[in-house]
């Protein structure tokens, strides 16, 4: 499945519009990580658990959003957009979300 | 005693995030401007439309994420600042470093489809520090996506 972020499939003709997709996921880190973070917030730098953690999310929420498209039938999720939001202590929301289409 | 301790641990993590802070800025800095002095061909683009799209062969949405940690130090003088009002530098120089390698990760995740170009560039960022369920020293992700594009080889 193509996944883009433009509005089109470049150099394909979009036939059909299936409508929206989303996929999300709400990731809690582990205390130790929690730690390690609490520690590198001494020197400052990339929180590369964070980063990992975040990373790994993300790319489960758009498999998700991916797997909704699988399901009616799509070739083509075009103009994803991604969102992180801190809902409550300890806990991020990862969400995805698109359009699905037929290509010609 | 016990305040002795307090601010002699205080000092030492104002020098410690001081000198550690500038000297992985300063680190991070130079791999920063290495690579993207290699990727200079690569296209960047955040316009919608792609030009030409007769010719694509591949596309592909590509995603660079990096969380940034503020030092001590900063966060130290984050606070005065706020005092007085005006522009946080500290805080400018960390944003920037967090958006330039966000996008080189993404230029590097574009290189792996073999793509010349990235279009669509879209930029988001987060306070996640909440997730520690206190308030502290700011923890930000900045993440930078848009959709690589390979070209066919001209016959």
Known sequence: ?104 | MGLVIALVLTVLFLVGGLLFGRMNDRKHLASIARREERYRDIRLDNRKRVDMPEDVEVCALVIGQYVSASDYFKAFATRLRALVGGEMNSMITLMERARREAVLRMVESALKHGATEVWNIRFETSNISQMNGKRGAAQVEIIAYGTAIKRKAVA
């Open chain 1, 1 to 104: 499945m193509i996944v883009v972020n433009t509005e089109e499939v470049p150099g394909r003709q979009i036939t059909q519009v299936l409508g929206l997709v989303q996929g999300n996921t709400i990731r809690a880190k582990h205390a130790g990580r929690d730690i390690m973070a609490g520690f590198k917030n001494l020197v400052g730098g990339e929180l590369k658990g964070y980063t990992e953690l975040l990373t790994e999310s993300r790319r489960q929420a758009t498999e998700r959003m991916m797997q909704q498209a699988q399901q009616l039938g799509a070739d083509a999720v075009v103009n994803v957009r991604f969102t992180t939001s801190a809902i409550t202590g300890g806990a991020a929301e990862l969400y995805a979300y698109g359009t699905a289409v037929k290509l010609g």
